[in-house]
T-cell receptor, first 117, second 108 residues
Framework: EAGVVQSPRYKIIEKKQPVAFWCNPI?????LYWYLQNLGQGPELLIR????????DSQLPKDRFSAERLKGVDSTLKIQPAELGDSAVYLC???????????????FGEGSRLTVL | GQQVMQIPQYQHVQEGEDFTTYCNSS?????IQWYKQRPGGHPVFLIQ?????EVKKQKRLTFQFGEAKKNSSLHITATQTTDVGTYFC????????FGTGTSLTVIP
């Protein structure tokens, strides 16, 4: 079974430039998460999708960050414009959900490491 | 928002020594999960605890969930170099707020 796939693995951009990250969750997983992880810290939730619906985006800086999950499968996270402080690893994770209950573990992708110069 | 703190932040042990990390939440948790992240890697699920006072074991790893469901611990017996990494707890129902992590270094 293929795991969570993310791209690109690494991205270096100048500040004020746009950047986009893509995530393909495990087949059949209807819950998708985007996390931000700074060096030496735990993952911080940015947004959670149940199918195509964003059910928790309270931590997403909406002035510059946007996300979408069209058709409830792949997801894209965009930053426009990027700032120096956005340098971090952006992790995508997925999990399965039955009858409204999260069945357990989060499966993480390898992450997309962003460096903003 | 929900706060999940872990102590210690760093732990250096001699190979063969035991290791424990503690996780504390400001609110009652419906469940708690533990993850391990190797240097340069991504978090990998270890276990989930759901019941108050629950204890689970995986070989040399012992996980506990507090009676009040506000704290948890991970204990590793006789550490090995393969145990190196950062251990995170993640609490909550749907969102899984991650703790601050404990970075374990094992000295051969």
């Amino acid at each position: 079974e293929a795991g969570v796939v993310q791209s690109p693995r690494y991205k270096i951009i100048e500040k004020k430039q746009p950047v986009a990250f893509w995530c393909n969750p495990i087949s059949g997983h209807n819950t998708l998460y985007w996390y931000l992880q700074n060096l030496g810290q735990g993952p911080e939730l940015l947004i959670r999708y149940e199918n195509e619906e964003a059910v928790d985006d309270s931590q997403l800086p909406k002035d510059r960050f946007s996300a979408e999950r069209l058709k409830g499968v792949d997801s894209t996270l965009k930053i426009q414009p990027a700032e120096l402080g956005d340098s971090a690893v952006y992790l995508c994770a997925s999990s399965s959900r039955r009858a409204g209950v999260n069945t357990g573990e989060l499966f993480f992708g390898e992450g997309s490491r962003l460096t903003v110069l | 928002g929900q706060q999940v703190m872990q102590i210690p932040q760093y732990q250096h042990v001699q190979e063969g020594e035991d290791f424990t990390t503690y996780c504390n939440s400001s609110t009652t948790l419906s469940n708690i999960q533990w993850y391990k992240q190797r240097p340069g890697g991504h978090p990998v699920f270890l276990i989930q605890l759901v019941k108050s006072g629950e204890v689970k074991k995986q070989k040399r790893l012992t996980f506990q969930f507090g009676e009040a469901k506000k704290n948890s611990s991970l204990h590793i017996t006789a550490t090995q170099t393969t145990d190196v990494g950062t251990y995170f707890c993640a609490g909550g129902g749907n969102q899984f707020y991650f703790g601050t992590g404990t970075s374990l270094t094992v000295i051969p």
